[in-house]
T-cell receptor
Framework: DVKVTQSSRYLVKRTGEKVFLECVQD?????MFWYRQDPGLGLRLIYF???????EKGDIPEGYSVSREKKERFSLILESASTNQTSMYLC?????????????FGQGTRLTVV | AQRVTQPEKLLSVFKGAPVELKCNYS??????LFWYVQYSRQRLQLLLR??SRESIKGFTADLNKGETSFHLKKPFAQEEDSAMYYC???????????FGTGTRLQVFP
């Protein structure tokens, strides 16, 4: 079974803090994704990585950065957390082939910025 | 640019009624389309993909390139189908996966 594990289920952080969300996958997938999920807005892609140290901006990268130093790990960084970054964050991974492959999701991290 | 539109936020039906969840997309290249589902308190998971042309849990979806649509259909809804459904798009050229805003399906007994 593919497993995508996010390090925390719930996080509460203060405005201005630097926040790290970690994601690990165990299936040697090339692709990894970070999304935020908000009611009425669906899943919006923050960043996408198609290989180690390779990344591509998604639709809403402002206020976020990412790091992929190892194939299995993809970190999302909030440089200075703000209240409008309160959300559910989902990590996913998929094999790197033709684009028609299944993405596997983590359980999500619910981040609250106060 | 890739874009996925799901016009309905909520769809409510009674058990046994037909269901159609709408999805339209815009993409200039050759798209790969998917439906993902999230049941209460569970992870988002793949329901079906157009390339497989399969029926999963009684659901089917046909890619209509002329209308740029990939609507999800089921002839007889069940209560256990109640969930959040997301249409998603990728392509042959990139594995970047873009989602729509989702439709919540409620099936009443």
């Amino acid at each position: 079974d593919v497993k995508v594990t996010q390090s925390s289920r719930y996080l509460v952080k203060r405005t201005g803090e630097k926040v790290f969300l970690e994601c690990v996958q165990d299936m040697d997938h090339e692709n990894m994704f970070w999304y935020r999920q908000d009611p009425g807005l669906g899943l919006r892609l923050i960043y996408f990585s198609y290989d180690v140290k390779m990344k591509e901006k998604g639709d809403i990268p402002e206020g976020y950065s990412v790091s992929r130093e190892k194939k299995e790990r993809f970190s999302l960084i909030l440089e200075s957390a703000s209240t409008n970054q309160t959300s559910m964050y989902l990590c996913a991974s998929s094999p790197g082939t033709s684009g028609a492959t299944e993405a596997f999701f983590g359980q999500g991290t619910r981040l609250t910025v106060v | 640019a890739q874009r996925v539109t799901q016009p309905e936020k909520l769809l409510s039906v009674f058990k046994g009624a037909p269901v159609e969840l709408k999805c339209n997309y815009s993409y200039s290249g050759s798209p790969e389309l998917f439906w993902y589902v999230q049941y209460s308190r569970q992870r988002l998971q793949l329901l079906l993909r157009h390339i497989s042309r399969e029926s999963i849990k009684g659901f089917t979806a046909d890619l209509n390139k002329g209308e740029t649509s990939f609507h999800l259909k089921k002839p007889f809804a069940q209560e256990e189908d109640s969930a959040m459904y997301y249409c998603a798009l990728s392509s042959h050229n990139t594995d970047k996966l873009i989602f729509g805003t989702g439709t919540r399906l409620q099936v009443f007994p």
